[in-house]
């Protein structure tokens, strides 16, 4: 079969350039159609591509700002007291059918919140939402759900909804709250859901789950600590010293 080729000139940049004519009866069908030479096609293909990324790095630095605390948005990895080993575990950590939840757990002052929160970031600049909380603003919003103001009351169960559905939840600080039945029934009811529905959690803690036993209400301590461990990767600061 012999290609039937025609010259045109090209409507961005005037080059003379051929293309294969779109035959119909021996009439060009696209004869009156602006064309564009292969060379501007892929500068316009280009420009559409990046300007589609541009798009999508925007959206993620909306989420982004919409979601982390100012102090914890800025890249801490080149710093020097960035705990390097912990966010080489923590940053390869995907979640997967036996892994759903994320567990680090370590005293104060081992980058835990920033570790976590470079995974929130990477997590979010792949377009992900996220939900961003600590135990102390999770308990806060399980005592203003029930509050006689409406606002109040509308803004702590939209954020008690978010922790339930997002579909990443990060939760800061597990320990530094006060133990309340609110709080534990609220908590149990978020990560038994998550769990049910696959979506992932991570969260940090001051010390082992195990060893918040005591202080929550024997009902909810078997419960609560049973999901915050189920399909977990525990990362423990405490043993490896890092
Ligand atoms: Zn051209």
Known sequence: ?????????????????????????????????NKDCP????????LRREELEEERMQHAY?????????????????????????????????????QR???????????KTRALALLARRVISGGTRVC??????????????????????????????ECLTAPWLFLDDL?????????????????????NHHLPTAWTANDHPESFLPMISQMNASPIIGRLLDRCTVVDLRESGE
Request: with cysteine; aromatic share 8%.
């Open 175 to 195: 320990g530094k709250n006060e133990w309340t039945g609110a709080f534990e029934s609220q908590l149990f009811q978020i990560l038994d859901h998550r769990l």
């Open 1 to 33: 079969m012999t290609m039937t080729t025609t010259t045109t000139s090209c409507h961005t940049c005037g080059a003379t350039f051929h293309y294969e004519p779109v035959l119909c009866f021996g009439r060009d069908l696209a004869a009156h159609l």
């Open 132 to 161: 961003w909380t600590s135990a102390v603003r999770l308990k806060d919003a399980a005592h203003d759900r029930m509050s006689r103001e409406r606002e109040i009351s509308a803004l702590a169960r939209e954020h008690l909804r």
């Open 62 to 98: 909306q989420m982004l700002c919409a979601t982390l605390p100012p102090d914890l948005r800025a890249t801490e990895e080149e710093h020097p007291e960035f705990n390097r080993p912990l966010w080489r575990v923590v940053g390869r950590w995907h979640p997967s059918a036996d």
């Open 39 to 46: 060379a501007c096609q892929a500068r316009a293909e280009k």
């Open 101 to 111: 939840t994320l567990g680090i757990i370590g005293p104060a002052a081992r980058c």
